[in-house]
C-alpha cells in the first residue's frame, strides 16, 4: 500500500536549520524513512503513478524535508526509461568538486517549494561525496551533471540551504558563454 510522503513547505522553519549526523547502526524507523522515500520518488517519476497519487515529480529527498534533521539524502535517478538507480548516503560530504560550474537551462525545482522560481542555480559539473551507506559501510561515490546537481541539491538541505539562496538576485540567468547549462 502506498501512501505520498508529508513534504514540508519552505515556510517551515526546519528547512533553515542544520542536520545532526547520523549513528549508526540506524533505526528501523529510519530504514523504513528510507524506503518509503524511494517508493515515493520513483512512483513520482512514472506518469501513472505521479497521476494516480497526485505526485510532484521529483528525484531526490533529504530528511528535514520530512522534518527530521538527520543527514540522511536520498536520490532515484532515472538512467533510461523506467530503469532507476537508487542513491543513499549517510552524512554525506563533498570531497572534492571540479572548477567548472554548470547549471540546469530549465532552473531547479524542489518537492518542499510549491511555486515556479526563475533562474539559474551554478554548481560544480563534477563531485566526489563520502558518507556511509545504510549498513554503516564508507561509500565514495564521483557524479556528475544532472547528478551532481541533484546531490549539491540534496546536501544544501542538510545545511538549511534551499535552492534559491544560491540564485543570483541582480542576475539570475546566465548567458551561454558565462557557464554550461545542461
Not at 530549465?106 to 526563475?118: A, F
Not at 541539491?153 to 534551499?162: A, K, Q, S, T, V
Request: hydrophobic share 35%.
Amino acid at each position: 500500500m502506498f501512501k505520498p510522503l508529508k513534504i514540508l513547505d519552505e515556510k517551515n522553519k526546519i528547512l533553515r536549520m542544520h542536520s545532526k549526523d547520523v549513528e549508526f547502526p540506524l533505526s528501523e524507523s529510519d530504514k523504513k524513512t528510507i524506503e518509503n522515500i524511494i517508493k515515493h520518488l520513483t512512483y513520482s517519476q512514472i506518469e501513472k503513478y505521479e497521476k494516480q497519487y497526485n505526485l510532484r515529480p521529483g528525484m531526490g529527498l533529504a530528511f528535514p524535508q520530512l522534518g527530521m534533521l538527520k543527514k540522511i539524502i536520498v536520490i532515484v535517478h532515472e538512467y533510461e526509461d523506467g530503469k532507476f538507480d537508487n542513491y543513499v548516503v549517510i552524512n554525506p560530504k563533498i570531497i572534492s568538486s571540479s572548477e567548472e560550474m554548470v547549471a540546469l537551462e530549465t532552473g531547479e525545482g524542489c518537492l518542499s517549494i510549491n511555486r515556479e522560481v526563475e533562474g539559474h542555480v551554478p554548481r560544480h559539473a563534477r563531485i566526489t561525496i563520502s558518507g556511509f551507506d545504510v549498513d554503516g559501510n564508507p561509500i565514495k561515490l564521483r557524479v556528475r551533471e544532472e547528478l551532481a546537481v541533484a546531490f549539491q541539491h540534496e546536501i544544501d538541505h542538510l545545511n538549511g540551504i534551499l535552492f534559491y539562496d544560491r540564485i543570483n538576485k541582480d542576475k539570475p540567468f546566465f548567458g551561454e558563454n558565462e557557464i554550461r547549462l545542461i
